[in-house]
């Protein structure tokens, strides 16, 4: 079996994470891209990985690159994905994949057409826990879905020139922290909204800096979602049925939930392991590849990225390079 060269294009903190503890069965990390050399050479030696490139487009032209992730801030990601397949590497994309609908089709376009994998970097699509969720869903046993709830607040320092606030890179609380609560919610209600109600503050910078929305489906099942950049709050997503509730704190990277039935007594389920998190998207990537099998979440990523659209418009939150 071929072993599968993978490149990172962005050197951030995140790539950081994803370099230190990559693990997957014959695949390697073979090449990084940063904008300097020195940068991408930094990388380079304290992973011990083979190639650095002092820009993305020396990363793409190696034909030895197989799969990319990207990891730049996610103003930058439709560019890169669309020259990633364009150079016939298939992507791993961190989230938000794309600033917009138009973008994502544009890009699932071109992998199309170039039978390559694309996929979005968000844990909640990987992680085995949610798999097991929906087995335990599907029996039939909880019943009708009635509601979920889900937060997710992170305390950012007030300082207008970091780039969770920096309109310039597309900051703002939705598509940083927002894009996880969306798709939690996403993963679990039968069918795409059809109603969005929703209320946002602005930050100094012309950014969401902490938003309220409520989505309603045909099936009649409802979502509350709460995000904020500016006051901790609990990962935890809750899903409602008739005969009982899902909590899953710590949704993002969860590994173990608890079910809680009519008469108060509660299961654990568990599965998988926190730390894997982002093996868990490589071995997704890697088995798609060599199956030449699609069974991404697109679908998903598609969705919740029309609801930010609509949430932003809504706002009236534009940025000007899209």
């Not at 699509?125 to 607040?153: C, N, R, T, W």
């Amino acid at each position: 079996m071929k072993e599968l060269n993978w490149g990172i294009l962005g050197l951030g903190s995140i790539a950081s994470s994803f370099a230190a503890t990559f693990a997957a069965e014959d695949a390697k990390i073979y090449a990084v891209g940063s904008r300097t050399i020195e940068k991408a050479s930094e990388f380079a030696e304290k992973h011990g990985i083979e190639k650095a490139y002092g820009s993305y487009d020396e990363l793409l032209s190696d034909p030895n690159v197989d799969v990319v992730y990207i990891a730049t801030p996610h103003s930058h990601h439709a560019d890169l994905i669309l020259k990633s397949l364009e150079n016939g590497k298939h992507v791993l994309c961190e989230k938000a994949m794309v600033m917009n609908n138009q973008q994502l089709e544009a890009a699932m376009k071109v992998a199309k057409e170039k039978e390559l994998v694309l996929a979005e970097a968000m844990t909640i699509y990987h992680m085995p826990l949610y798999q097991e969720l929906k087995k335990v869903i599907a029996d039939g046993s909880l019943g009708k879905l009635k509601m979920i709830q889900v937060s997710f607040g992170s305390l950012k320092e007030a300082d207008p020139t970091n780039r969770f606030f920096n309109k310039e890179i597309a900051g703002g609380a939705l598509l940083d922290i927002g894009t996880y609560a969306l798709s939690f919610a996403r993963f679990f209600l039968s069918s795409q909204p059809n109603e969005i109600l929703t209320t946002m503050n602005f930050y100094e910078t012309g950014v969401d800096e902490q938003a309220g929305v409520l989505l309603k489906n045909a099936d009649d099942e409802i979502a509350t979602v709460s995000f904020t950049f500016r006051a901790k709050m609990p990962k935890q997503g809750i899903v409602a049925f008739e005969n009982g509730y899902l909590t899953v704190t710590d949704f993002p990277r969860a590994d173990e939930a608890t079910l809680t039935h009519p008469d108060g007594t509660v299961d654990r389920i568990q599965a998988g392991n926190t730390l894997q998190a982002m093996n868990y998207e490589i071995a997704h990537v890697n088995e798609m590849i060599r199956s030449k099998e699609d069974h991404s979440s697109l679908d998903l990523t598609y969705d919740v990225t029309e609801i930010m659209d609509t949430l932003r418009e809504k706002w009236g939150l534009h940025f000007d390079f899209e």
